[in-house]
């Protein structure tokens, strides 16, 4: 199953999870309706207590029914409506409701310090924008998850457990798995599903409140008696709730199981973390009074274990582990002392790396070359698609190599936020001497001197470091440009359009650089809303696709033969009716229009998407090379539409990765 696959069938699950509501929801309806029922009875029997009247019982009251019809539905759509404007956010919202506190960029802590290492090499390899990361610090359970609408607006949420007692590599296959939910398309489903399960609970929360209430006459007040009767239709509410998080959510856990395992290539770490969490008393338990809304959401079972195993939202710990470790032999190991204490590790003390060849010799845009091969990389079209959400420990190892292969300095940068402005600047800077003076000069202007002498003092370091890997560095650096205040982002947004025109250039990738690094912010400033998908069929976005292709193919060359056999090479797999797609002109596919079509592509099911990027490739891959630019180009676009493409893969054998 691929990227676009495993998308898909994660927005097949919304389907599904509409169908477990409304089922839910009939059965809450109909039992509101006998406890109203029965009220009512009740009722009517001490209004005729005196009098000599016969009542007559009707087991169908229409009046009845339509007051626990309106009052079940007002209560949990209701109750679910808020929950998820509460969560428009994205998974930030989450994180501070179980009591997360953001880890800032420049952090010293040892242990935070690991847990961010790990995180940036994850996201640099995955091709994964850099999610804001969170620590639960009151939780001493081992537990970890990530939540969000999108991968750019995604949060990784770790306990203090789990970033004291678990060694790097245990980590590290935690934090796989919570980057497999990213890219497997669970965090969508999953914040909808809390949304869900908060208004089918509402029912017991009214219930409570209703209970608690007094009136002048004690036995004219029926609301303590409503109240009692919400209160056990809410411990059905819970009872439903459960079921269904139990039924979106278990078998994904195997899938991001088996999908870290492949990314790291070290089962042995997330089954020594599972192993943790079965031998520690406190195992993955959260003490939050919200971790039962959001327990579909945890690595580990977030909860006390269900008396019913039909209601796990997680399947067994010793499952599991066989699962990724077959030789275990069921037994968990005695706690060695020290494991009591806090581990405090160097960010790299203790990852040991396989006897891979240095993958730095040559790096291409993006692209891995094995040490010695000879530039231009001749990457097939074909290799591309396969590798799109399917990280592997090649990747991992480029992404640590390569980001340990940064100057200090820049690094350093890349952690604080206003030094973050400024080497996001220096990436944008001319090669011209004299134009690039003219851009300091008018810099120091708009974006003060401090600044100003910061870019200067940055781009001799990183302009080697950009031919290869401006979006490695853009990732870097989104942690701590999303601490700016809300002027700062709004004065570094309009610096960063003028620094791209002030050259008078138009240059596709600088532009797509500067969309990317917008569209990430712009939740943090409340400048976004979550995605909504309105195209299922690729017709109505043809002129679109016309204009994306048509701009790749004369990004590519300016010789007009080859711009239009580049054209007529990709445009096939976008799979439109013959003569749909044409070539524009140059002067029809300007940046205006580039972004236009992107927000719209950016609205398409995944399997157009998928067709979409088909395409691209093979329009950027028409002369069987793809140059350093056309890769970074490539998958900055593909990054515009959620779909992140991992660096290049070329010259190294499967056995070399494994």
Known sequence: MDFFERQEKARRNTKLLVFYFALAVIVLVVMSYFAGLMIFAGAQARHHAYSNQEIEFALWNPQ?????????????????????????EGGCAVATTLGGRPVASNTTDPDERKLLN??????????????????????????????GHTPGDAVIGVTRGCITQLKRDELQGVLGHEFSHILNGDMRLNLRLLGVIFGILCIATLGRILLSTRGSSRDRNALPLLGLALLLLGSAGVFFGRLIQAAV?????????????????????????????????????????????????????????????????HP??????????????GKFPPIPKELFEPVQRAALSDLKHSPLPSILNTVLGGAIIAAGSAPPPVIKPDSVLPNLGNPTPLHLRYAEELRNSFPESVKSAARDPLSAVALV??????????????????LAQRAGSAVHEKTAALFPEVAPVALRARLPLVNLALPALRQLRPAEFEQFSQTLQWLIESDREIDLFEYVLQKIIRRYLAPQFGKARPPVIQYYSVKPLLPDGSVVLSALANAGSSDAAEVEKAFETGAPYLRSPDGALRLLPQAQCGLAQIDSALDRLAQAVPQIKKNLIEACVHTVGADGVIQEREAELLRAIADTLDCPIPPFVQGISQEDQG
Request: aromatic share 10%.
């Open 64 to 88: 009845v029914f339509l007051a626990a019809l309106v009052g079940t539905l007002g209560v949990i759509i209701g109750g679910s409506a808020f929950k998820t404007a509460q969560l428009a």
């Open 118 to 147: 790990v995180v940036e090499e994850m996201a640099i390899a995955s091709g994964v924008p850099m999610p804001q990361v969170y620590v639960l610090d009151e939780e001493k359970g081992i537990n970890a998850f990530a939540a």
């Open 249 to 313: 959510s278990r078998q994904r856990e195997f899938l991001a199981d088996a999908s870290s395992v492949q990314f790291t290539r070290n089962p042995a770490g997330l089954s020594g973390a599972l192993q943790k969490i079965g031998r520690y008393s406190f195992g993955s338990r959260l003490e939050s009074e919200h971790a039962a809304d959001a327990c579909h959401m945890f690595f580990g079972n977030g909860l006390s274990e269900p008396f019913f195993g039909l209601m796990a939202t």
């Open 316 to 329: 067994p710990i010793d499952e599991r582990i066989h699962a990724i470790d077959p030789g275990w032999d």
């Open 425 to 442: 600047y220096s990436l944008l800077l001319s090669g011209d001497e004299t134009t690039r003076a003219t851009q300091l000069q008018e």
